[in-house]
């Protein structure tokens, strides 16, 4: 079974940047399409971005399209979000997640393998 872990979360004043990694053991995501998702205090989890097993389509929440990039390199099994012009709005539980299907996906229940998160904070 693919385990999946994140890092690179932290705390960034707004404006600033980080960068997410997902690295994946115990079997590929090669053939899969990954996620990101997030998770605020007091709030459900909502989608953020999603890739297709290629890394040749992307889609992503209105929220983070133009601030945030999703990619992904199937040779080291790691999927990537790239995360720029943060708000303290983004700030949250950070979730990698592998897919079912081959084509991206927002829907969070088509995720059946996730990562355990991690925290990034951004202050304003």
């Known amino acids: 079974q693919v385990q999946l872990v994140e890092s690179g979360g932290g705390l960034v004043q707004a404006g600033g940047s980080l960068r997410l990694s997902c690295a994946a053991s115990g079997g590929t995501i090669s053939n899969s399409a990954m996620g990101w998702f997030r998770q605020a205090p007091g709030k459900e989890r909502e989608f953020v971005a999603t890739?297709?097993?290629?890394?040749?389509?992307?889609d992503y929440a209105d929220s983070v399209k133009g601030r945030f990039t999703i990619s992904r390199d199937n040779a080291k099994n790691t999927e990537y979000l790239q995360m720029n012009s943060l708000k303290p709005e983004d700030t949250a539980v950070y979730y990698c997640a592998q897919s079912y299907y081959s084509s991206h996906t927002d829907k969070w229940d088509e995720y059946p393998y996730w990562g355990q998160g991690t925290q990034v904070t951004v202050s304003s």
């Open positions: 890739v297709d097993w290629s890394g040749g389509s992307t």
